[in-house]
C-alpha cells in the first residue's frame, strides 16, 4: 500500500525472511511454516471479532485498533511468505473501487463458473 508504514513492512518482512529464527518473531514464523502463520491469523480473526463485539457494547474501541493491528500484521507475514505484499492488495482494492460489492462478487462467481 501507499503509506510508508506498508511499505516499511514490506522490505522488514522480505528482510526477516533469510534470517535466523532466534533473531525476531518473524523469523521464527516463516521457519515454522505456512501452518503456524495461517495458525496466527485464526488466532488474531478471533481476537479482533472478540474486541469488535465488546466494542459494540460499550467495550474499549482501542482494542479493536490494536487486533485488526495484529491481524493486519500477520496477513502482511502470509502474503510475503507467498511473494506478494501491500501493493498486490492495493492494486486489488483499486481494482474494486467504484464497483459494486454485488457486482464484484457476481463477477468472481462467475469468473469462477467458467
Sequence with gaps: M????????????????GAA??????ASLYAKG???ILEKIGEESTELVIAAKDCA??????????EAADLWFHCLVLLKSLDLSS???????????GVSGHDEKAQ?????DS
Excluded at 57 to 66: E, I
Excluded at 87 to 97: G, T
Excluded at 108 to 112: D, E, G, K, L, P
Design 34 to 36: 505456512m501452518n503456524k
Design 87 to 97: 501493493d498486490d492488495i492495493a492494486e486489488e482494492l483499486q481494482r474494486r473501487f
Design 57 to 66: 457494547t460499550g467495550g474499549d474501541r482501542k482494542a479493536v485498533v490494536h
Design 108 to 112: 468472481r462467481a462467475s469468473a469462477q
Design 21 to 26: 529464527p532466534e533473531s525476531s518473531y518473524v
Design 2 to 17: 501507499n503509506h510508508p508504514i506498508f511499505q516499511a513492512l514490506d522490505t522488514l518482512l522480505e528482510e526477516r525472511r
